[in-house]
């Protein structure tokens, strides 16, 4: 089982090129909000930039709060997220201590499923998907 | 498509208010350029100044914009500062897409703030504050402060004027996203006449993607082309800094206020000296993965027990130009303490570099002095550079006030207009010939992107007038679609016309795909009506002298040639305007 990481961030040059790809292809959406991997300053343009992104907490945390089971951990770290069992309650966001969960104005939540096709996006190779050690693959897909 | 019409926000500093207008013409005007002419004859106020309340200033993007990559630009129209008459001006960063998720086609803003004020926009709000404390206050300074001020870090853009666009200098530029601008014809002042220091505009909404296989496949076909072939190589590479040796080689780079067009101490100043003396690293505009942004670093020891400072300072070709070998500096980071000056009061880097050339060689003639410069000004002196851009941005004495209004205004005063180096607005670094000279001195924007007369110099050694100005008509016609896509012209080569209307068609956009040549040749027309409307006569504009005396790779400039072709693409202007 992978997950999403962001080895080399400080060569990002903050084309939102994997947002945009994860808006698109995983959410069917036209945006820089909706999707996993979100790139902003680390404070102000001249400091480089950062990636908000989950970081596949285990246990995590915004599934351990989530009250319907929408969210429920992921073996190895990160959450397996089902959407249709969501009820938009934003628990998750308060949960998440580094912000990597956006919550979009009607109250659907998007967060990084390690599904790693942002990763080819990303011009500089800042990003890469990273086995979690003591995980399989059959795991990943049970 | 997110809609078959333009949703435009038009806010008034006046009123404090502002509302939603929704226009037709998305098969006609497009968006961009054409948008923007449209709106400045709707909202604009064509024999009125420029600083009059009621002018607005005009962001529009294109129904491309967010759907594709390097469509990341935006169109700027304002009547200009420099010549009273309607003109645009085109910048990256952040801004575009800013726009596209604030869910607006285009930002129009009349009026006029009583106080200076900061203008917060996104998808779901709007607010004018009070920002009286930053009078004054440097682009550097003033970014900082309304990025604490404003929510959406990392999908806002922060647009802001410096001194120089708070004091109306017609050399004044809009800095967005500290490395990008809207920078020629003096857009900073035109917010500085609004009492606007800056506007923040925050990309919050979310649109559902376009429900066919085709968009996907031309989305992947484009993304490969610009990001797996070697197409955009030059721009991320040494970036368009390569240009500097290229042109020196073919006697086309100008030195010393155009006093050569070739010198061996280009070695020194090169895109790889650049490169490998000051680049820190690469930024993008949002929606681009060229990353095409040089980033460079000068560090500055200011105490002699060892404490230092350093500036990170985005360069092109352009301001290396203007501020290197047009100045006699021969030095990579005595080229970036000057640009970041520059930058920091919120001067066009271009303009005011080749106007400060004008008042070098004006002060070596003695038709100025340090009377009226402030401090002795001599090529190759980049500290004196430096303090001068300071006086010019602040108009500091009623030499550097009018100086900042342009290089011939200030010659007209003191003498030297022989050696202002002013083709419509300050000269691009391309001293390629007659035909960019014509091409330049009467283009929309007196752009040398505003069609490809530098290329067309380098192609052709022998004299063709006609064949000359049909490529000019024609190119212009060609970029003022792209334009209003709003592609980043560096991407020209990856969207031809076939490409453009298969991206048109998979986001909805059928009408307007099959029209692509007509819609273009449209807003190229539309757009010099409202030039025209606005005091432009090919006429008043004249090429001085010193132009005439160059030699470049072709040899001596034919005065002949160049006059014709200037007479005869000024007709072909009015021409395809209907005059």
């Given at each position: 089982m992978k997950k999403l990481t962001t080895p080399k961030i400080d060569r990002c040059i903050g084309c939102h090129s994997c947002s945009l790809a994860c808006a698109r292809l995983v959410h069917k959406q036209i945006s820089w909000d909706t999707a996993g991997i979100r790139i902003k300053s680390s404070g102000g343009l001249t400091t480089g930039f950062t990636a908000d992104h989950c970081l596949a907490c285990d246990p995590a945390p915004c599934a351990a709060i989530c009250p319907t089971g929408a969210f429920s951990q992921r073996k190895g770290g990160g959450v397996i997220v089902k959407?249709?069992?969501?009820?938009?309650?934003?628990?998750c966001i308060t949960a998440c201590p580094i912000d990597a969960i956006f919550q979009d104005p009607a109250g659907a939540v998007f967060v990084c499923i390690h599904c790693g096709r942002c990763v080819d996006f990303c011009p500089h190779n800042c990003l890469q998907m990273e086995e979690i050690h003591g995980t399989t693959e059959e795991e990943a897909s049970a | 498509m997110i809609r078959d019409h333009f949703r435009v926000l038009v806010v008034n500093l006046s009123t404090g208010k502002g509302k939603i207008a929704e226009l037709d013409g998305r098969n006609s005007e497009v968006g961009g350029s054409g948008l923007a002419a449209l709106l400045f004859n709707k909202y604009g106020q064509r024999d009125l100044p420029w600083n009059d309340p009621q002018q607005p200033v005009i962001f529009a993007i294109g129904p491309l914009t967010g759907y594709y990559p390097l469509m990341s630009k935006t169109v700027c129209s304002f009547k200009s500062p420099y010549h009273d008459q309607y003109t645009e001006s085109h910048g990256g960063g952040r801004s575009a897409l800013a726009l596209f998720f604030a869910n607006l086609d285009a930002l129009v803003i009349v009026g006029r703030s009583q106080r200076l004020c900061a203008l917060t926009v996104s998808s779901r709000s709007l607010a004018i504050k009070d920002v009286d404390f930053m009078k004054g206050m440097d682009v550097d300074e003033s970014g900082k402060l309304l990025r604490k001020m404003s929510p959406g870090s990392g999908h806002r853009t922060i647009l802001r004027i410096g001194p120089a666009g708070e004091s109306g200098a017609a050399m004044s530029c809009i800095n967005v996203d500290t490395y990008r601008h809207f920078g020629r014809l003096g857009g900073g002042g035109a917010l500085g006449a609004k009492n606007l220091k800056g506007i923040v505009i925050h990309g919050d909404a979310i649109f559902s993607q376009p429900d066919n296989k085709e968009y996907s496949k031309i989305f992947a076909e484009v993304y490969q082309q610009i990001t797996a072939t070697d197409m955009m190589k030059k721009y991320h590479n040494l970036g368009t800094p390569a240009n500097l040796q290229g042109l020196n080689n073919i006697q086309s780079l100008p030195w010393r206020n155009l006093q050569t067009t070739s010198d061996p101490a280009i070695d020194k100043i090169n895109g790889e000296r650049f490169a490998t003396d000051t680049l820190l690293r690469n930024s993008a505009c949002s929606g681009c993965p060229v990353g095409c942004i040089h980033v460079g670093c000068v560090r500055e020891m200011f105490d002699a027990n060892h404490r230092y400072t350093f500036k990170q300072v985005a360069y092109d070709y352009e301001p290396i130009f203007s501020l290197g070998t047009m100045l006699g500096i021969t030095e990579p980071r005595s080229v970036l303490n000057i640009l970041d000056v520059m930058e920091k009061t919120g001067l066009d880097a271009m303009s005011g570099g080749v106007a400060l050339a004008w008042a070098t060689e004006a002060t070596e003639n003695k038709l100025i002095s340090e009377k009226e410069t402030g401090v002795a000004l001599s090529f190759g002196d980049a500290a004196a550079y430096q303090q001068a851009t300071e006086l010019l941005a602040t108009g500091a004495n009623d030499f550097y006030r009018l100086l900042g209004q342009g290089s011939l205004k200030a010659a007209a005063e003191y003498g030297g207009s022989d050696f202002a180096c002013v083709l419509g607005q300050e000269m691009a670094g391309y001293a390629t010939g007659e035909v960019f000279f014509a091409a330049q001195s009467l283009g929309f924007r007196h752009s040398h992107l505003d069609s490809g007369g530098y290329s067309f110099d380098q192609k052709h050694s022998d004299q063709d007038v006609s064949g000359a100005i049909d490529f000019l008509i024609k190119d212009e016609a060609g970029r003022a679609f792209m334009t209003s896509m709003v592609s980043c012209l560096f991407a020209r080569g990856v969207y031809k016309n076939d490409i453009l209307a298969e991206c048109l068609q998979a986001v909805g956009y059928s009408d307007l795909a099959a029209t692509i040549d007509t819609a273009g040749a449209h807003i190229q027309k539309l757009r010099w009506q409202t030039r025209i409307a606005t005091g432009f006569a090919p006429e008043y504009i004249t090429i001085p002298k010193r132009f005439f005396k160059i030699t470049t790779w072709k040899g001596a400039i034919d005065p002949v040639y160049l006059n014709t072709l200037k007479d005869q693409y000024g007709q072909a202007i009015l021409r395809l305007a209907g005059e």
């Open positions: 959407k249709k069992l969501c009820i938009n309650c934003g628990d | -």
